[in-house]
Each structure stands twice: as C-alpha cells, then as structure tokens.
C-alpha cells in the first residue's frame, strides 16, 4: 500500500499485533483443551545451542507491518535470546514433550524418516497458530474505525490466510496419519554441508500458477497447493538440509527446486539459502557472529530482493548475490 500511517494509526496497529501475539491459545492436538506453551520450532539442546553465543541469536522476520506499509526495512533483525528464538505457542506441555520425545533427544538420525516427520509436523502446527494469528488481526483491523484500509485488499488478504489455513490442516492429518501408520507418501531428501551458522524450518507452497487465476481457481476448488518442507539444521560441525514434499501434492517444479539442494559448492549453498530466506520462508536465526560479517551492501540486496518478491510470485527466479558473501 502506498503512503505511510499517521502515527495514530500506527499505535492501533501495533496494539492489535500485540494483543494478537499475546493471546493465550490451546494446544493444537485435536480434542486438547490445555494451554499452549511456548516452545521452539527446532530443540535448543543440540540444534540451536550449535549457533548461539552467550545464548543469544539473531532472528530475521519480517517487519509486522511491511504487507501494510511502504517501509524501506521490510525486515528485522533483532538479537534475541535462545529461550525467545524461533518460538511459538503451539502444543501443551504435556503434549510438547510426548510428541517430541523422539527428536528432543540428543544425536538425531535427519535421515530417519519418522525424525522427519516429526520435524515437520511441529512446523506445520506453528503455521497454523501463525495464520489463525494473522486471520484474527485481519479481522480487527476491518473492525476498527480509524484504519481505513481498502476493503477489497483486506478481504483479499483474509481469503489467502483462510486458504493457507486450511491447506495447512490438510498437511497436519496427512503427517498425522503417516506418523501413526507409515506408508512412505512423504519423501525427503537429507544433503550435509559444512556448517554455515543459519537454522530455520518451515513449510513453502510451490506452485508455479500461484499468483496466476489458475493458481487461484485450484484453490478456491479445494485443492490444497503443493507445499515442500525445510528444516536447516545446524550440527556441531555441519548443516543438515531435511527437505521434502507429499507425493499427492507436487509437481515436477517442486521435485527439481527439492532436487536443487544437492551437490551445491559454497557459493551455489549460500545463494540457495539466500533465496530461502528472501523469499520462500518467513523467519530463521543466524548466529551474531554471522550478523555481524554481513556486509552492508548484501543486506541492501537481501532487503530489495526481499520486497520484490513479497509482491511476485515467480518461483523459478533465483538471485544472482548472497546475503553472505564477505
Ligand atoms: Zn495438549
């Protein structure tokens, strides 16, 4: 959207973002009616531990109010502490421990195909807290009276949110159901590189119509879109890349970019996550050590890389920088 908030505007933004954020949810395993607790999307012991120092990372998410406004920082980089990294509200406690007991444990096997799923399940569970968030903060800014923002773009954006909310479900059973009942639909490739200080995991749709009205229509036909997986690991002394997709919901596209994560020289694995975290997934932390060798003109690039796609949907462009390079 063109143009910027007055500053009151602007607070009442930020208060429903906060109020939202804040809100208490229950535990997303069906028929639990505890509280979520705060948890990471990838253990500390093991995962994150391998990248922070003075437990302290960087986590790089966009700015709450870029979609709304035309911002020059469409990201943020903000040190937090490893308690705070990569978290979310998403299961109980009991429910957090249990279902996690296997990958909670020290050595994991990223080749084990229930490791896998696990990592993914809790992924998708945490977009789905992430969405139903983003749903409830659409709605209170078409109810409140000062933010006048154009109808049709906040219904726009509300639909897309439903849609991705109910493709994620979708996902959340078939993980389910292959977790109690394993029949190999998923299929995830696991690559090993050495260690570059990033960790990130998350779900990307892959559709190459998106943003076309075929993309579209497929949704609005209740078809759910093709969505690959991607957990980046770092060990003690390598990152492990776990990516994958489910056999029903993909397309040659999303098997190739899969496929792409293979066989990758320094400079090809730089640029690759490069183009992951400009513009196939929100939010992943780095080590300060990492933040602090960034160049400033990489950071520009990343930022306008960044912008740009958030507003085109062409899944096979690629960069031509890397947001690590010294
Ligand atoms: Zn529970």
């Not at 028929?31 to 437990?55: K, V």
């Not at 035309?70 to 509200?89: H, K, M, T, W, Y």
């Not at 960790?199 to 190459?208: P, R």
């Amino acid at each position: 959207m063109a143009g910027g908030f007055d500053k009151q505007q602007m607070k009442t933004l930020q208060g429903i973002t906060k109020n939202v954020h804040t809100m208490r949810h229950h535990c997303q395993v069906d028929g639990c009616e505890e509280a979520a607790i705060n948890s990471h999307l990838l253990q500390r012991n093991g995962i994150l531990n391998n990248i922070a120092e003075n437990n302290h990372l960087i986590e790089a998410r966009p700015t709450d109010f870029f979609k709304w406004n035309a911002i020059d920082c469409p990201i943020e980089f903000r040190q937090v502490g490893i308690n705070q990294a990569i978290s979310l509200s998403v299961f109980c406690d009991k429910h957090d421990t249990e279902l996690f007991k296997k990958i909670e444990q020290g050595n994991l096997d990223f080749g084990d195909y229930e490791t896998q799923l696990l990592l993914s399940y809790r992924v998708v569970c945490a977009e789905i807290v992430k969405k139903e968030q983003n749903i409830e903060i659409t709605k209170r800014i078409q109810r409140a009276n000062t933010l006048n923002f154009p109808a049709e773009m906040l219904n726009t954006e509300l639909k897309g949110y439903q849609l991705g909310l109910r493709d994620l479900n979708e996902y959340r059973k078939l993980i389910e159901s292959e977790l109690n009942a394993p029949t190999s639909k998923f299929h995830f490739r696991r690559y090993s590189y050495s260690k570059i200080a990033v960790a990130a995991s998350a779900t990307f749709s892959y559709e190459v119509d998106a943003g076309t009205s075929r993309g579209i229509e497929k949704s609005f036909e209740g078809k759910v879109w093709d969505t690959g997986f991607i957990h980046v690991i770092p060990t003690g002394t390598s990152l492990e890349i776990v990516v994958g997709y489910h056999e029903d919901h993909t397309n040659d596209y999303l098997v190739r970019y899969i496929d792409s994560w293979a066989n990758l020289d320094d400079v090809a694995l730089k640029m690759q996550l490069t183009d992951l975290f400009a513009a196939r997934i929100e939010g992943w932390v780095m080590s300060p050590s990492l933040f602090k060798s960034l160049s400033n003109g990489a950071k520009d690039k990343f930022m306008r890389y960044f912008s740009d796609n958030a507003a085109n949907y062409n899944m096979l462009q690629r960069p031509d920088f890397s947001l690590f390079d010294k």
